[in-house]
């Protein structure tokens, strides 16, 4: 994984050079660090960090045009709407910026596209090596894809991929693949998108009021990859099968 080393951040409606010390004092302040992956529009991220003043939540995402708005809100007063313990950061996953390695609690990707999308989907690499490098040891990634995605028209980047299920993902090689990475799979299951609290209101927002969406949620914990490779050795069959790619439709 190519890692950028400085952290470029919104400050309002412009991009900056966060000092290496104004990101170490934050982090020691913060009683818990959030990481949002593809946080487009910062809102949920946002609402996050207004949620929990004693947490630091960084949201990343390479279209950093989407998260002005928001990163002008939250650089008013605290008394008006303000969130100083929000930080955007213009980087993608997969070139994280090493200032942002080992540091979260927390990951969430919620709703994600493009590149975002189509690595976790089919296990790619960089993505997954980059989602795995912000965590800490015993950190929870949680994702949740609208499943509805499925449906035509399915974006390019999952075209021809079999849709992410609870059982997909372990006939699919995606567990193993993401277990390769660093990443156990915990649970996996579909449910309606007013059950995750942390982005019902975005979903809400984009589908309308009384709509409802199914989604997939997948939780995973942050372990160490060598670890799961030692497991694989001592099992040499299903460690063979796990290091392969996804299987893709005809
Ligand atoms: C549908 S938006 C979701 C935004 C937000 N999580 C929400 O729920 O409102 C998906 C986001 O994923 C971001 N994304 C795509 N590829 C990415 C990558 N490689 N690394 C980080 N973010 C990425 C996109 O730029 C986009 O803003």
Request: charged share 20%.
């Amino acid at each position: 994984m190519n890692s950028a080393i400085g952290l470029k951040v919104l400050a309002g409606k412009k991009l900056t050079d966060l000092p290496p010390a104004e990101l170490a004092g934050a982090l020691a302040a913060a009683e818990h660090v959030l990481v949002d992956v593809g946080t487009g529009d910062a809102r949920t991220a946002y609402r996050q960090a207004v949620a929990h003043p004693e947490w630091l939540v960084i949201g990343v995402d390479p279209a950093w045009q989407r998260m002005t708005e928001t990163a002008v809100r939250a650089a008013r007063k605290p008394a008006k709407g303000g969130a100083p313990n929000l930080v955007l950061v213009n980087a993608a996953i997969e070139t994280v910026p090493a200032p942002l390695h080992g540091i979260a609690d927390a990951v969430t990707v919620l709703m994600p596209w493009g590149k975002l999308l189509r690595g976790i989907v089919s296990g790619e690499s960089d993505v997954l090596a980059g989602l795995r490098a912000v965590a800490k040891p015993g950190t929870p990634l949680e994702v949740s894809i609208g499943t509805s995605i499925w449906r035509d028209p399915i974006p390019l980047e999952i075209r021809g991929l079999p849709e992410l299920t609870p059982e997909t993902v372990g006939s699919t090689g995606l567990a193993d693949r993401m277990a390769e990475f660093g990443w156990q799979v915990t649970d996996v299951r579909l449910v309606p998108h007013t059950d995750l609290e942390t982005i019902s209101s975005s979903w809400a927002r984009r589908l309308g009021s009384g709509a409802t969406e199914t989604v997939l949620h997948l939780r995973a914990v942050a372990v160490d990859p060598r670890e799961t490779l030692r497991q694989d050795q001592a099992e040499p069959e299903s460690g063979a099968d796990g290091a392969g790619e996804p299987e893709r439709e005809a």
